[in-house]
């Protein structure tokens, strides 16, 4: 397949072409499989062993750039172009780095091929004066260059330099310029003042730009508000934060599909298949009888309303519109906000969970009003988008906090960036008490096998090169390919929380009911 030579104009400390400093992962995956052509290769590394805290990397060898994401929020932080002569730049409508037609020929064919433009160029034609830069000196014994990091707001670059010809006496400005300094090695875009001060909270600072460049510019005032955090408080109600909006209340049982698309905007996709196989596992017999309720049961349709792919029984892109999202909601179904991160089941309302023993949210378990005909959210389906499961890219990532007290100390809020041990641990000791015996609570607290790779396969975006139990950085490449499943996951549950646990420990899906 011919590649398309990729194009981006220079936005410092902003943006790199379309590649936006602050976009989600899922946002910047998306677009970029969008131009296979452009963008053939996409190469996604991330730690097997903690994937959720560490920094995730995703390299595009074929146009020379690198993108580096936090974990936790997995928000672009760093754009890096190592390769010059795969990617076309612009910097106020001026070409970055101009080569010749005998130049492009060679390119390939010389070791310094991949080198940007000269100091001279940066400094008197493009971006003017700036202070003097940091020294880095070689990493290894025997090694002849370091690197020289000239630093303007939102953008850096690096050039190579004899390190024997470095002198902290010596003007920079003579010293890039002299024969004992290379080209152009990298370029970074970021966000911040200078690199130096950048990179020590690089992945800590909250970025200013949001996770969808639809909510910049005049797109802003018609696309719903990004959603920030979702804080479960119990007894069937959460707390949904937004980057901008008042945060609302999302009562199970209780907010309608009218009053969610009112929130969030119509869903991005609506499906309507369920998935009752592990529904046999629910206490009442009698309502595993009743296909509404089993719909409704805590167990059931966990892994098909996400993970499943999209087929004609999904009517993706269809609700565009309240009026048009409304019509179509007739009967159970799933509505697929993947831009947020979750998918939220609308069904018959029922009991919700009872409230964490001894909070202060004493509101009590949600009983439903006499007219039940009412469709309403049920459930709420939280996805932590982990690179190398299952599921992943198919949601962008959805952080969640649990407060089992809310007047308590910060001891009582749980996060979704928690191993699965601790969060099992603390939320133990919380539901404590409301067990009979110690066999019960054993019992509640055992994990039920959870096999992804049987089954109706859903389209994927990943195929994994290396598994979860490497202890180096596993990379996997994204593309069109099936992915090849990690195995079993497991599910635990709690009162109104069902947990989808990665063999690293790792929360990858957790569901609100």
């Not at 797109?219 to 109600?237: F, H, M, N, S, T």
């Not at 939280?382 to 308590?408: M, Q």
């Not at 049987?454 to 994204?478: C, H």
Request: net charge negative; aromatic share 8%; proline share 8%.
């Amino acid at each position: 397949m011919s590649t398309n030579h990729a194009a981006a104009v220079i936005h410092p400390g902003r943006a790199l072409g379309f590649l936006t400093l602050g976009s989600s992962l899922h946002n910047v995956i998306t677009r970029l499989k969008a131009q296979p052509q452009t963008y053939p290769s996409l190469d996604l590394s991330f730690s097997a062993s903690d994937p959720i805290q560490q920094p995730v990397i995703l390299d595009l060898p074929e146009n020379g750039i690198r993108l580096r994401f936090d974990g936790p929020d997995q928000r672009l932080r760093l754009v890096e172009v190592l390769d010059f002569s795969r990617i076309s730049l612009t910097y106020k409508n001026t070409e970055l780095v101009r080569r010749s037609r005998a130049q492009e020929e060679a390119a390939g064919k010389e070791s310094n091929s991949k080198a940007g433009p000269l100091f001279k160029h940066i400094y008197n034609r493009q971006f003017g004066p700036s202070y003097p830069g940091e020294y880095l000196p070689p990493g290894e014994p025997g090694q002849r260059y370091g690197t020289y990091v000239l630093s303007y707001p939102g953008i850096a670059f690096s050039f190579p330099l004899l390190h024997s010809a470095y002198s902290g006496d010596l003007d920079f400005v003579a010293l890039l310029s002299s024969s004992a300094a290379s080209p152009t090695s990298s370029m970074a875009v970021f966000s911040g003042e200078s690199w130096p001060e950048t990179r020590e909270h690089l992945y800590t600072k909250l970025p200013p730009f949001p996770r969808s460049p639809f909510l910049v510019g005049r797109c802003k005032e018609v696309v719903p508000d990004e959603v920030e955090v979702v804080r479960i408080l119990g007894a069937g109600q959460l707390e949904v934060s937004r980057r901008t909006s008042p945060p609302f209340l999302l009562k199970l049982g209780e907010t309608t599909a009218q009053d969610l698309v009112g929130e969030l905007g119509p869903p991005d996709a609506i499906y309507r298949k369920s998935d009752h196989r592990i529904s046999i596992h629910g206490s009442d017999p009698a309502r595993q009888l009743d296909s509404s309720s089993a719909a409704r049961d805590a167990s059931s349709d966990t892994d098909r309303s996400s993970a499943h792919s999209l087929t004609d029984d999904s009517d993706e892109g269809a609700p565009r519109t309240k009026t048009a999202g409304m019509s179509l909601v007739t009967s159970e179904c799933f509505y697929n906000y993947f831009h947020h991160g979750f998918d939220v089941l609308i069904s018959y309302p029922s009991n919700s969970s009872p409230p964490f023993p001894g909070s202060s949210n004493d509101r009590g378990a949600n009983v439903p009003s006499a007219s039940t005909s009412e469709l309403t959210v049920t459930k709420l389906i939280l996805h932590a988008n982990v690179p190398g499961s299952y599921p992943f890219n198919r949601h962008r990532r959805c952080r969640w906090t649990i407060h089992t007290d809310l007047e308590k100390s910060p001891d009582s809020t749980l996060t979704s960036e928690m191993p699965f041990s601790k969060l099992s641990e603390r939320l133990g000791h919380v539901w404590h008490s409301t067990y009979t015996s110690r066999e019960e609570e054993t019992s509640m607290q055992r994990g039920m096998v959870l096999n992804r790779g049987w089954g109706e396969s859903p389209e994927s975006s990943v195929e994994l090169l290396g598994g979860w139990e490497e202890s180096n950085p596993t990379t996997i490449k994204v593309g069109d390919d099936s992915m090849q499943s990690l195995g079993n996951t497991e599910l635990f549950g709690f009162p109104g929380l069902l947990f989808e646990v990665l063999k690293n420990d790792a929360v990858s899906c957790l569901t609100v009911y």
